[in-house]
């Protein structure tokens, strides 16, 4: 089986290195196709490396004269998904939305939409220019994006990108991460299926298909990590249920499989009291808490007031994309450290790091989920300066355990200090850690990888080329 998988940059195979190997393993042929090749960021040694993996530079997007208006036309539709009811208390996610629509309409001249309300003389900006300019109802809102659906489903596919897709023959076309604001990716969707090949989508993170864009052409298979997305697929982007397979999430099977060191060895490498219980403070994105450094001062003075927590140790890892912000922290006091990543992707540090943590803190990361792998607690804080990239967002209520999930939530620092005393000294359900990792990771068995469950899904994606007939489109009439 020949397999094309189109990314749109090489860091977004990290959440798939061990599908793809699989998938060179067991005899087929991985070609990874990519338009931004960037010098700096390489692919991943792993793959570089196999005899049955290959990169090929391929169009970026469209090259004939649909490729302004779909553009557009795409960029709108993902914004209009944010004026649904289910996003009204997400104000962040809208602005973001607008502002890259802003881009696309005045192609890169402006980057926000700002006025001046005649009514009450007030400054607008973003997201209420946004929803004042399209002052529709939610009907007309519905019907707007149903009417862009109909003009999508009536665009033929790109003649460059279907050419390009030809040369390859692949039996089976994959393409992540597809829901970016105003991407170019539906292209190779909209091609495969021109040329009867079939086509999926493996979701590349847990807040993917309710923070970003639409799935504007519908892949033959969506490959999900749980039933919650499954949901999600179905719910937010129109797709039929039979289409989405529960696979489970391929990215964190390596972190299944790791071995921490002795505590003491750990304990001497960070300068640690390895008789003192350690809390570790999980960093979030920009786009979630974009200062975070101050917060988290507030928060080490907060919890140095409990006499439980005075003399704990603490580790502070910063996101790995806002790590320059850290460079500069002075820890007050000893037995507090910073602890840089040196991957993108959950590394060996990060587990040695949870797995000698008594208790884990976060505003809204992905690295919780890590935590709860690890079987550690972990609480948060309702941050008022940071609620759009937190409560403003679905994804952060799937982890709370008032919304059948394992993180303690607190309203401000002193509910919170008292959880966090209470969960270092081991006061916690661990078996509720366990349920939710099993239902959200690896919803086919707590101890069943999920790579093995994903390369058999794609391997049954290509068997749907047998017989199939490629669509009449306009491009072929």
Known sequence: MRILFHVTLMTMLRHFEDVLLSLAERGHTVRIASSERRPDVAPPPALAAHPRVSFVACPGHRGDDWAEPILQMRTMRDYLRYLEHRFDDAPKLRARAVRKLSQTMTDGKYSHLVARCPRCDARLVDDEVGRMFLGFRRGGVANIGRLFAKMEATIPSDPAIEAFVRAEAPDVVLVTPLIKIGSSQPEYVKSAKALGVPVGFPVFSWDNLSTKGLIHVAPDRVFVWNEQQKTEAVEMHGLPADQVVVTGAPRFDDFFRMQAPPRADF????????????????????FVAGHEVEFVGRWLEAIRRDPALAACNVLIRPHPREQKQWKAFAPP??????????????????????????????????????????GKPVLTILAPEFAGGQQGTLHFHYLLKDHGGFVDVAADLDEHRRQLAAAVAGRYDAGIIRTFIEQFVRPHGFDRPATPIMVEAIETLAGLAGGRTPPLTAAHT
Request: glycine share 4%.
């Open 267 to 286: 304990c001497r490498e960070h300068h640690l009291d390895p008789a003192q219980p350690l809390v570790t403070y999980l960093c979030s994105s920009e």
């Open 333 to 374: 006091g000893r037995r507090v450290t910073v602890q840089f990543p040196k991957a993108m992707n959950a590394d060996q540090s990060l587990f040695d790091t949870l797995h000698h943590s008594a208790a884990v803190v976060g505003l809204n990361t992905s690295a919780q989920l890590e935590a709860g792998i690890a």
